[in-house]
């Protein structure tokens, strides 16, 4: 009855002083919402009759009964929330309302708070006399939130902690939840209560309790963050201590990071030697002004980055040597977004759980994505997309806390963070601060880099890690101890400027490091108040033997993650591009349609039309759109895939660091880009061949452009791959890139008017541009294999050689030796050119198949040419002119017996249709240069055939010749045209992928 009695006091109190309807709302619900939190915790099932009939009155009287709703948190101002108002800590109202704190804040009802406050004097009294809260056996046993702390020595605390107790446990050995403590010298039973981040300490022995520096009045008291209490002004216990010693009782698996005699020299930029030791349960910020070198002490520390001396360890384990070993141990999350903007929040995690945790099914995956997005307050938007940054899908806050999740995933026993809390508002910032403090409680170490942070958020940090501007560190210690050790520093006169009574924020100790000294006369230099380099020195001095002690290796803690099998990161890279891909379905619709709908536009601009009707051979368009085709296709390539790995480089970078395979990674891209790019030339050939009505080469036409198309894919995921700066790609890489395939293509500019020195082969620059494989392979390849010219390709070939050589060059060279003959004893230079033109033409002949070899080469060099070699010479010449006569009849009468055959078994005008349906008069100007009307011309003392490329015979190993050749000799074979090009394309596609997969290229963001 007494609590019954005690809950119609406080309404009667809270109601009665209420003067409008919106108090009186809040107050009706307070009193339900406080009324079921006592039940609670005080194990009262009901309450009474009486106070349910009261409340029920004031309902029906206030007409209420649909507004009666708890005051949800959001309803509560900000710096009430911060000061642990009653609304915020229900399960602590009575001990916060009777420290009086509640009349500090402006609130409404302030005053009815406190008078309820008054009224539950009795209860908590009640506590003390039974107490309830600690000394019921089924509260102690068994239960990690319960230690008893009980004072010891340094010594005794060295020998019980470690393996050492396992091996040799004392016979007093330490009672259930007991802790020794060095900082006490009575015993002190502690609660810790992990969902408001707070201890409640009863201390067993009658002293002068001081909590931050006010009197406590009774034997309890409550421990926050930032609290320090104080033991008969002689022991100070921190919240910190007791979270530390809190982590050591309740995981027994200990780790420590070390960082000893660490530097760090890179171009102008250096990080000053520094010591530094992290432990479980730790929430430690690096603060510094921007620049001054965080970001690089959070990359040594998370081993993204080698110390140029020192040593960094876990456990005596050197970072940098065991990678591998210590790669599940340490999470770090970069400042960068590390989110995938088309997926969802659980998405996001799924993916990155099946690519972390091999050792886990998928129903723990389940229950540990469920874990950790109730941790982080993410529960609510698991089916959201995530979204670029600034567009109104998450918050800022919420992505930092989905970034933090990613890593959290793993599972690390030290979990890195660059700027945490960086551009975010102040509410966000503090609650995820609140959060990380939260996950120390889990045994893990922390550590985050911060700049400016609010002075209740500030007092959640256990130990602090200080730089100044140019690197260099000045402190690592506890955070309480921060403020007076740096205003120490300060004269006397600059002392009180700072004055901040126990703790200041962040912002300040940086504030008070960089304080300048009075500018003196004459003087430009600004000299800093506080020497940093004596404060460098002392740092180092302090935390050398803390570290030294720590050099024994001990057993890595934690889970071991190893990667799964280069099969399974592969299917899963690539299923988690199709998902990226899927998420946004009109932009896929878009990527899948854009190609072939530009193919449709461009081939019905390019379908020309003689009169009325359309008629593919007069089309001169034709070499037009197989060139504009090929660079289509290859921007589009390029296009889909410039981004791809840019975007994803931090996530990378990330996934590099903790050894999952590039080599999947870049499969996964790889292998999506060809499925669109598959069924994208398929479509483009097939609307574009309709159109132009090309018939019978889809199926080359389709493997050109899909070859092209993939090549451009796999330069736009090296450009992707390699550059830092994504304007650098769009504005420089690409625009070259496409200017040299535009111009050395061969479609655009004619070779033969800009390669004077060597009309024999095409360019040498062109040699590397794929557009020119891809357009010589098309143009021969429609030339030779079309329903109609195939039956003549072989004939023509004979005619255009019988008929070059005998009406043009065999007539020259009996000029010349007949020259030659009449002013041999001349030693001129027309005399010697003539000599060298003879000698390199009959070398020329001597590899043409079916040729005799010309057997007095070296004696035309001579003055005096005697009967015997003149004779030979007429003779070789007569041979050249009959044999190649000869040549020009064999085809002549090759191509008239294919002719009259075809005739008698289809009909002229059947030949006739193919010749119109197929055989395009472009192609042949351009293939046989008709256009010239120059046939041949004289380079270097040899004469270069100008006309009917396409059936000349090619002479050089290694596949070089002049455009539109129909065969290549490489290594003495001979090689049809459309054949070779494809494979020198896929050649090159095969070079861009190695780069790719062993990162020759030396990718700038991932030294």
Same mark, same amino acid.
């Given at each position: ?38 039940? @609670? ?6 309450? %009474? ?27 509560? +101002? ?19 309302? !009777?420290?009086?704190? =509640? ?47 009980? +004072? ?26 007991? =802790? ?31 909590? /931050? ?39 027994? %698996? ?55 001396? #020192? ?53 723990? !995956? ?56 960086? +551009?975010? @508002? ?54 309480? *101890? ?54 460098? %020195? ?152 309709? =159109?132009?009505?090309?018939? #019978? ?38 625009? !070259?890139?496409?200017?040299? !395939? ?7 500019? *004619? ?31 429609? &030339? ?70 010309? $057997? ?9 040419? /005697?009967?015997?070699?003149?004779? $030979?010479?007429?003779?070789?010449? @007569? ?12 085809? &002549? ?13 289809? #009909? ?100």
């Amino acid at each position: 009855m007494f609590k019954i009695e005690l809950y119609s006091i406080a309404f009667d109190i809270l109601v009665e002083t209420t003067v409008n309807h919106h108090k009186q709302r809040e107050t009706l619900s307070f009193l339900k919402k406080t009324a079921f939190k006592l039940d @609670s915790i005080f194990d009262v099932k009901t309450f %009474s009759s009486e106070l349910k009939s009261r409340i029920d009155f004031y309902v029906n009287q206030l007409q209420l009964e649909d507004e009666l709703l708890f005051i949800s948190e959001s309803h509560i +101002p900000y710096h009430i929330k911060q000061k642990n108002l009653v609304l915020n800590r229900e399960k602590f109202q009575i001990y916060l309302i !009777i420290k009086g704190w =509640v009349d500090e804040f402006d609130f409404p009802n302030s005053v009815i708070y406190y008078k309820l406050g008054e009224a539950f004097k009795l209860e908590y009294k009640s506590i003390q006399q039974t107490n309830l809260l600690f000394d019921t056996p089924e509260y102690i046993h068994g239960n990690s939130n319960f230690m008893k702390l009980t +004072p010891t020595s340094p010594d005794e605390t060295e020998k019980l902690e470690g393996e050492w107790v396992n091996t040799n446990k004392p016979a007093n050995a330490p009672r259930e939840n007991e =802790v020794f403590m060095e900082k006490i010298d009575h015993e002190i039973d502690t609660a810790f209560f992990a969902d408001y981040t707070c201890f409640v300490l009863k201390c067993k022995q009658r002293k002068k309790v001081y909590k /931050n520096n006010i009197l406590c009045p009774d034997i309890f008291c409550l421990l926050e963050p930032g609290d320090t209490l104080t033991v008969d002004e002689k022991t100070r216990i921190s919240f910190a201590d007791l979270k530390r010693k809190f982590v050591e009782n309740k995981y027994t %698996s200990k780790f420590y990071l070390t960082a000893q005699g660490v530097e760090l020299r890179f171009q102008k930029k250096e990080i000053n030697s520094f010591n530094f030791i992290g432990q479980p349960g730790e929430l430690i910020g690096v603060v510094g002004n921007e620049g001054s070198g965080k970001s690089t002490i959070l990359q040594l520390l998370a081993g993204f980055k080698a110390p140029t001396k #020192g040593k960094i360890s876990v456990n005596g384990y050197d970072l940098q040597k065991n990678k591998f070993q210590l790669s599940g141990i340490i999470g770090y999350v970069p400042e960068e977004d590390l989110l995938f903007y088309e997926l969802t929040v659980k998405e996001n995690l799924e993916f990155a759980a099946a690519l972390y945790l091999r050792s886990k099914t998928k129903s723990e !995956i389940r229950v540990l994505i469920d874990k950790i997005l109730h941790q982080l307050d993410l529960y609510s938007l698991k089916d959201k997309i995530v979204g670029k940054p600034g567009l109104k899908y998450i918050q800022p806050g919420q992505r930092k806390l989905l970034n933090i999740a990613l890593e959290l995933i793993r599972e690390p026993k030290i979990l890195i963070i660059d700027n945490s809390i960086s +551009p975010l @508002s102040l509410g966000d910032s503090s609650r995820i601060i609140n959060i990380l403090s939260n996950l120390t409680l889990e045994g893990k170490l922390i550590i985050t880099s911060i700049t400016q942070v609010p002075g209740e958020t500030f007092e959640l940090f256990d130990n602090l890690f200080v730089l100044t501007d140019d690197g260099t560190p000045v402190y690592y210690g506890p955070r309480s *101890n921060a403020y007076h050790y740096f205003i120490k520093k300060l004269p006397p006169g600059l002392q009180n400027k700072y004055d901040c009574k126990n703790s200041c924020s962040s912002g300040q100790l940086v504030e008070m490091l960089n304080e300048p000294e009075p500018m003196q006369e004459n003087k430009v230099a600004i000299h800093k108040v506080i020497n940093q380099e004596i404060l460098h %020195s002392a740092h180092l001095e302090k935390t050398r033997e803390k570290v030294a002690g720590l050099k024994k290796k001990k057993k890595i803690p934690g889970n071991q993650n190893p990667p799964p099998r280069l099969e399974t990161q592969y299917l899963f890279y690539t299923l988690r591009n199709l998902k990226t891909k899927l998420a946004n379905k009109r932009n896929l619709l878009f990527i899948f349609l854009s190609v072939p709908l530009i193919g449709l536009i461009l081939a019905l601009l390019l379908r020309t039309a003689e009169a009325t009707s359309y008629i593919y051979s007069l089309n001169d368009n034709i070499p037009t759109f197989f060139y504009l085709s090929i660079l289509i296709n290859f921007f589009n390539g390029l296009a889909q895939t410039v981004n791809e790995i840019f975007r994803e480089k931090h996530v990378l970078k990330k996934e590099e660091f903790i050894h999952l395979s590039r080599f999947s990674y870049i499969n996964g891209k790889v292998t999506l880009s060809f499925i669109i790019l598959f069924g994208q030339t398929a479509l483009f050939t097939q609307l574009t061949n309709f =159109v132009l009505e090309i018939q #019978g080469f889809f199926l080359y036409d389709w493997l050109t452009y899909f070859s092209i198309g993939a090549i451009g894919a796999l330069f736009g995921l090296v450009f992707s791959a390699t550059h830092s700066i994504y304007d650098n790609i769009v504005l420089k890489s690409v625009p !070259i890139l496409l200017f040299l !395939i535009l111009v050395f293509g061969g479609g655009l500019i *004619n070779f033969n008017n800009i390669n004077h020195s060597n009309e024999k082969y095409t360019p040498w620059i062109s040699e590397f541009m794929v557009s020119k494989w891809g357009y010589e392979a098309l143009m021969v390849n429609h &030339y030779n294999k079309n329903l109609y010219q195939r039956n003549f390709s072989e004939p023509e070939k004979l005619i255009s050689a019988g008929t070059f050589n005998s009406y043009n060059i065999i007539p020259k060279l009996k000029e010349y030796f007949e020259y030659l003959t009449e002013n041999q004893l001349k030693n001129t230079d027309s005399v010697n050119q003539v000599k060298k033109i003879l000698q390199n033409q009959f070398k020329f002949y001597a590899i043409t198949e079916d040729v005799y070899e010309y $057997e007095y080469l070296e004696e035309l060099l001579e003055l005096d040419l /005697n009967e015997a070699i003149i004779s $030979e010479t007429n003779d070789y010449l @007569s041979y050249l002119d009959y044999y190649f006569y000869k040549m020009y009849n064999a085809g &002549y009468k090759q191509k008239q017996v294919i002719t009259d055959s075809l005739i008698s078994l289809y #009909g002229e005008n059947y030949i006739n249709g193919l010749k119109t349906l197929h055989h395009n008069s472009s192609i042949i100007q351009k293939v046989r240069n008709t256009s010239n009307r120059t046939n041949f011309i004289l380079r270097n003392y040899t004469y270069i055939q100008l006309s009917d490329p396409v059936y000349q015979t090619p002479h050089n190993n290694l596949g070089r010749t002049k455009l539109f050749l129909s065969q290549k000799r490489f290594n003495n074979q001979v090689v049809d045209t459309y054949l070779f090009n494809i494979s020198i394309i896929w050649l090159m596609s095969f070079l861009l992928y190695i780069l790719l997969i062993t990162n020759l290229l030396n990718v700038r963001f991932l030294q």
